[in-house]
């Protein structure tokens, strides 16, 4: 149906969703299961030099103990324990109270060492800096009028999705089909084979629901394939879920940032040099890095500039990629830092950003293929009444309430990863779609099902999605903001080869099927990146704009008013595109505000590893955020023309929040979150 993209679709996956249809990895009905749980370390350095497993065999229902010495797990378990929360060992058992029975008696006996887990305190023993530079960033800062120099940090943050990881897996004829929750089946499915020794081919993946993952799921983390060799351990199917806490220790985190940042500008505000100097913990066999310069170079037109991010590594689990890994965190230190910058020169903060707008991509010359950050500025600054704002920190009050505004710029690559995709019409004119992607929560289902229609020139009505099986044409993980426009230009290409190949009348479909003498059609095609496409650079954009009203004497905050702008190409799906915006901007307000884990540097343990102490928002928490969508056509990023929503959100938005909070109460906070203590 013409005109399909871009309307404010309802999800077609909402009913399953609300009534309870919709199944979730671990929730698979599979006859005969056994369940499985895992046991984890409580010294975060040691060895193992005993373990209890004859006694745990014992015990009624246990089917098995599987640790580092069992056959098949040798790459999964070990006896050298790097933190504390790592999984050795894992009880397989009739029934899970009896697999979570063993699963805590089992004795442990460590030689244990003293632990490295303070970050603040080692961050001396960082790797030695190697800065990505451009011009000459000392006689940029010599030459200035005005300098800024300041470090921020951002603590320890967990993903705590709404579903839990779960595995449920089953073997026949030496092969398995696993349900997981994944943010990629066909990598899952990749890995798995790899640890089993076996061919891709032998494993089956589904997930076709998956309860947020926000970067945690990117990964195919140990307690997949453990649970996948327990199942052809005991010869049965065996579910595995982990619990609230050991989401803390079992599948990454974001890494703890200090972000040392120079900022230098002629009188005028035209910046002559920007450093930074970034710090982040890392696991003692984790190769992962919380890039939090990854914006400084492209965000502002600046000759001189040096970035790097240096990993201190501690005995902690590993951390992973979460919610726009490297600029959730960097453009906290990265907007302060402005903000902070526009004071000393008396210039006003949006005014600052405006005079440093990069026309081209700082970093490497290219045009970009599309640029509304100034739009967006205007936009979101006449909405939220930007103008009204009077320059000193504490001189706006309603009542008694201090009032503060504050901004930020927003920003996130527009990535492209080539998928494939199926699509199939009967002789009845019904459209089935098939690829291997996931929807995450996001709107997948949806956005898939509109490209088809438009595409094809059907309703909406006669598509039916089918995703998140690794026996389908492949497409990439679901992450990096990449999903609906590489997953979609795949569908895209499908779609239009079907319809070439039925003589591309809508209206002739039937017939045309029919004709064949089958009782259905298919054409699979592969999305493809536009030609001459590698001469740009490819961003999305964004505007935070953030009011809070703070207590004078109680000094509680309060987000009182939100509104952001962002270019973000072609709209698929104008409900669905609001939904994840607003989502990122609500993650910013708690990382802003609330998120922490805190960790005991004495035991390299997490001591707020469950919800009740780990803060995120809640509905009074979080006002009306005004979302607007600036128009913006990118014909370079794909054939489809969008980029991707489920990260900028986040971007610049705890900074805004903290520039709100200046501006309030003349107090800047530079280490999150920002709490009450903080601004007495």
């Known amino acids: 149906m013409q005109g399909a993209v871009g309307k404010p679709m309802n999800r077609v996956d909402g009913r399953l969703k609300v009534t309870g249809g919709a199944r979730y990895a671990a929730e698979f009905p599979v006859a005969g299961v056994k369940h499985a749980v895992l046991v984890q370390t409580t010294i975060a350095k040691g060895t193992i030099t005993a373990m209890d497993v004859a ?23 070990s006896k050298d324990v790097l933190y504390s929360g790592q999984t050795v060992a894992v009880v397989v058992a009739e029934s899970f109270e009896a697999a979570a029975h063993g699963a805590s008696a089992l004795k442990i006996t460590y030689n244990a060492q003293p632990t490295k887990a303070d ?63 994944t943010q990629g089946v066909i990598s899952t499915a990749q890995t798995v084979a790899g640890r089993m020794g076996i061919p891709p081919a032998d494993v089956h993946v589904v997930d076709p629901f998956v309860g947020g993952g926000f970067g945690c799921k990117g990964n195919v983390w140990p307690h997949t394939s453990l ?5 052809r351990i005991v010869g049965h199917p065996v579910k595995l879920s982990l619990t609230r806490k050991q989401m803390f220790t079992s599948n990454g985190h974001r890494p703890s940032t200090v972000q040392t940042e120079k900022f230098a500008a002629s009188a005028d505000g035209k910046l002559t040099a920007i450093v930074h100097d970034g710090k982040c913990d890392q696991a003692q066999r984790d190769g992962f890095v919380e890039s939090a310069g990854v914006a400084h170079p492209i965000l502002y037109a600046c000759a001189n500039a040096s970035v790097s991010d240096r990993p201190v ?24 830092a402005m903000d902070e910058l526009a004071y000393e020169l008396g210039i006003d903060p949006l005014e600052l950003r405006l005079r440093n707008h990069a026309d081209v991509d700082p970093s490497n010359g290219k045009p970009w293929s599309s640029k509304s950050l100034k739009e967006c500025y205007i936009q979101a600054a006449d909405r939220f009444g930007w103008s009204k704002r009077t320059m000193a920190p504490g001189s706006m009050r309603k009542g008694n309430v201090l009032v503060g505004m504050g901004m930020a710029t927003a920003t996130y690559p527009s990535n492209f990863m080539q998928a ?38 059907v309703d909406p009505k006669a598509v039916r999605v089918e995703i998140a099986d690794s026996k389908l044409p492949n497409a990439p993980l679901s992450g990096g903001s990449w999903s609906a426009t590489s997953a979609g230009t795949a569908v895209k290409a499908a779609a239009e080869a079907l319809r070439t190949k039925l003589g591309g009348d809508s209206k002739g479909y039937v017939a045309a099927v029919k004709a064949t003498g ?61 939904s994840q915006l607003q989502g990122g901007v609500i993650w910013g307000i708690g990382m802003g505000l609330l998120e922490e884990s805190m960790m005991d540097p004495r035991h390299g343990r997490y001591v707020n590893s469950n919800l009740a102490e780990y ?57 999150l979150p920002i709490t009450l203590d903080k601004i007495l």
């Open 55 to 77: 006694a745990i065999k014992a015990l009624p229902g246990i089917l098995e103990v599987i640790t580092s010495e069992t056959a098949g797990a040798t790459q999964l378990l």
């Open 119 to 181: 970050f603040k305190a080692s961050l001396d023993t960082a790797s030695p800096p190697r800065p990505r530079l451009r011009g000459d960033v000392q006689a940029g800062l010599d030459g200035a009028a005005k300098r800024v120099e300041q470090t921020y940090t951002t603590p320890t943050e967990h993903h705590n999705p709404m579903e839990a990881h779960g595995t449920v897996a089953a073997w026949t004829d030496g092969k398995v089909t696993v349900y997981d929750s």
């Open 227 to 231: 649970c996948v060799l327990a199942a």
């Open 313 to 336: 590594k501690l005995d902690i689990p590993p951390g992973t990629y979460m919610r726009a890994p490297g600029e959730a965190s960097g453009t906290f230190g990265l907007e302060s």
């Open 420 to 457: 494939n995709a199926r699509a199939t019409i009967d002789d009845e004119g019904k459209v089935l779609i098939e690829i291997a992607t996931q929807d995450l929560g996001t709107g997948t289902y949806t956005i898939l099902t509109q490209i088809a229609a438009e595409a094809l020139d």
């Open 518 to 578: 089958q009782k259905t059609a298919s054409a699979e095609a592969r999305g493809q990146r536009v030609e001459g496409a590698n001469a740009y650079s490819f961003h999305g954009f964004g505007a935070q704009f953030c009011e809070v009203h703070v207590d004078p004497d109680f000094r509680t905050i309060k987000v009182a008013r939100w509104v952001g702008a962002f270019g973000l190409g072609k709209v698929l799906n104008e409900k669905t595109l609001r």
């Open 615 to 671: 803060h995120v928002p809640v509905n009074r928490d979080i006002p009306d955020i005004d979302i607007i969508m600036v128009p913006e056509e990118d014909k370079w990023i794909s054939p489809l023309g969008a980029k991707g929503a489920g990260e900028i959100g986040i971007t610049g938005a705890c900074a805004a929040l903290a520039n709100a909070v200046y501006h309030a109460t003349g107090k800047r906070v530079r280490d």
